[in-house]
Structure formats: C-alpha cells, structure tokens
C-alpha cells in the first residue's frame, strides 16, 4: 500500500524552462512533506518541505505547491539548470507518528541544454 | 568534512554470512535512522533511534538488529543474510524528531549477496 505515489518514473525538460515534479498521496493525517534530490551514489539531500498549514513554500528557484484537498504537491523549478538533473523524491510524515518518512519511488529528472 | 558517513560503501557476501554496516554522524544529532532501498527504487525506514533509544523498529525481520553506542553512532548488523537483502542500506540523522526536522543520509552501503 503506497501511501506516497510519484507516477512519473522521468522528466525530461530544457535548461531554462520549468520543471514540474508531482507527487499524491492516500493519507489525510500526513501533516509534513519534504523533497529529497538524489545524485547517482550518493543518499538524498533535502530540498525544500512545506506544513500541511500552508500550500506554498519558496525557497530560491524551488518552489513546493500544496493541495490539502486534491491531496496532491508538485515541486516547481525554475529555471531548471544541468545540475538540477537527479532523482526527486517526495516524502510525507504523518502527524501522530512524526520520526516516520514515507517516500516516494522517485522521478528522475534530466535537464538537456 | 562527511557529515553522515557509512561503511562500508560496498558490500558484496554469500548468503548466510553475518555482516555488519556502520554509521556516523559528526552533525551533533540526536536522531538516527536506517533506510533500505529495495531493487524498486523504494525507499523504506527499517529502525530510528533517538538518543540512543529505540523509537522506530518497522516490521524488519530478527535477523537485522540496530545497536546504537552513543548518540553519534548506529550501525546495523545482519545475520543469516538472504538473497532477498541485497539492498542499498541508508543512513541518517536528525536534530530531533518530527517532520519538520529534515534527515540527512549517508551515500549509502550497497549490499549485494551472492
């Protein structure tokens, strides 16, 4: 039972355009969602997170959308950059178990020049 | 300056072997976790400890036991190891506990059984 779905496997997008990563998730007692970057080898780095509190969070060129409603956040980059080009992953933590990410499988995005 | 560092990085063994991975953090943490990312891409919480204490233990099986010596250290020892294990094991840390405590991982252990 994926409680945190990432449907694109992949995005393939230009340098200087915008990058739109998406994530859904099942569980309404999510309260926190973060964003990890992936290089190949390496563990994730966080990115950006946002409160269930708020539907926007923006931090530089990263900005994280939330729709309590649609259940649903998306990860805005822009403008996307070669170095940008990694695996994002999308990750919730629940309210009443707060230790406990729940990721997602990834979408790996490839900026082209 | 690695501020989650894990050994070692790869890891390759028969099945059946016992194995252990270590895991550090110089960050001044309290919190520290081990992940593993199956085949799938799927990234999965196996244990947390914070403050040396146990406060997550996922439906890992008995073979997998997480001994932690100090705040700074968690490391993972696995006996009987199945072929099933073949994973990338993360590790993490924390300041403390909650989602708005962002968690930073190791590079990861590749661990192959042959």
């Known amino acids: 039972d994926q409680q945190v779905k990432q449907n694109s496997p992949s995005l393939s997008v230009q340098e200087g355009r915008i990058s739109i990563l998406n994530c859904d998730y099942t569980?309404?007692?999510?309260?926190?969602f973060l964003w990890y970057k992936k290089y190949p080898a390496e563990g994730p780095t966080f990115l950006i997170s946002?409160?269930?509190?708020?539907d926007k969070n923006e931090d530089g060129r990263f900005t994280v959308f939330l729709n309590k409603s649609a259940k649903h956040l998306s990860l805005h980059i822009v403008p996307s950059q070669p170095g940008d080009s990694a695996v994002y992953f999308c990750?919730?933590?629940?309210?009443?178990?707060?230790?406990?990410?729940?990721f997602g499988t990834g979408t790996r995005l490839q900026v082209f020049p | 300056d690695t501020a989650v560092s894990q050994t070692p990085k790869y890891l390759v063994t028969q099945m059946g072997n016992d194995k252990s991975i270590k895991c550090e953090q110089n960050?001044?943490?309290?919190?520290m976790y081990w992940y593993k990312q199956d085949s799938k891409k799927f990234l999965k919480i196996m244990f947390s400890?914070?403050?040396?204490?146990?406060?997550i233990n996922e439906t890992v099986p008995n073979r997998f036991s997480p001994k932690s010596p100090d705040k700074a250290h968690l490391n993972l020892h696995i006996n009987s190891l199945e072929l099933g294990d073949s994973a990338v094991y993360f590790c993490?840390?924390?300041?403390?506990?909650?989602?708005?405590?962002?968690?930073?991982f190791g590079d990861g252990t590749r661990l192959s059984i042959l």
């Open positions: 993490a840390s924390s300041r403390g506990t909650g989602g708005n405590q962002p968690q930073h």
């Open positions: 569980n309404s007692m999510f309260d926190y």
């Open positions: 946002i409160s269930s509190i708020k």
């Open positions: 990750a919730a933590s629940h309210l009443y178990n707060t230790d406990k990410l729940i």
């Open positions: 960050l001044g943490h309290d919190t």
């Open positions: 400890y914070n403050n040396k204490e146990l406060i």
